[in-house]
């Protein structure tokens, strides 16, 4: 659906990037070589992004660092149209709801780093989780959103367990309980 909106791949690939994780950053260069597109495609995109003011950079050394601005008026929207376009909030709103005693969502892998992928990591932490259910809704989800999805559910000794074994982890807040 995104790609009928938006033509051109390497923009789609920069707003997942920078808007589904607000704390992605990058320069031109691991650009490159992580969307495997030319540096001119990119530049000019990134042109276009900071002087709308969707991006912000600042420089280390000699490079330019960019990151969302996420003080933008658009920033929210943009992120929420990210979400729907890869399908998280149709799997959270029907889960949260009926799952059980959910503390948090977060989501792992590609998509906390702002990468697209055809796989979605997600990490549902709470007590007594209905899984058989979890599983269900997890195989309607991924024929809706035509994407596999990989799910960990843990108590919360248990994240805090992972998080410290797992330090290189990026793991980006979906849902939190209020």
């Known amino acids: 659906m995104l790609d009928t ?3 051109s791949k390497t923009r789609i690939k920069l707003l997942l990037k920078f808007f589904l994780n607000s704390n992605s950053n990058a320069y031109l260069r691991s650009l490159e ?14 042109n276009r992004f900071e002087k709308a003011g969707l991006l912000k950079s600042n420089f280390k050394g000699n490079k330019k660092i960019y990151q969302a601005n996420d003080k933008h008026p658009l920033f929210n929207d943009i992120h929420n149209i990210l979400l729907k376009h890869i399908g998280l909030d149709h799997i959270i709103n029907k889960v ?13 892998g590609d998509f906390a780093k ?38 960990l559910v843990y108590n919360k000794n248990e994240l805090i367990s992972f998080l410290k074994s797992n330090t290189n ?10």
């Open 169 to 178: 982890t990026e793991a980006l807040l979906l849902w939190k309980e209020n």
């Open 114 to 151: 702002g990468n697209d992928s055809e796989i979605i990591d997600l990490l549902f932490v709470g007590e007594n989780l209905n899984k058989l259910y979890l599983l269900e809704l997890i195989e309607k989800a991924e024929k809706i959103i035509k994407r596999k999805i990989r799910y």
């Open 5 to 7: 909106l938006i033509t």
């Open 33 to 46: 070589s992580e969307f495997g597109e030319s540096s001119n495609a990119i530049r000019l995109e990134l």
């Open 96 to 108: 949260i709801n009926k799952l059980g005693d959910v503390k948090s969502v977060f989501i792992l």
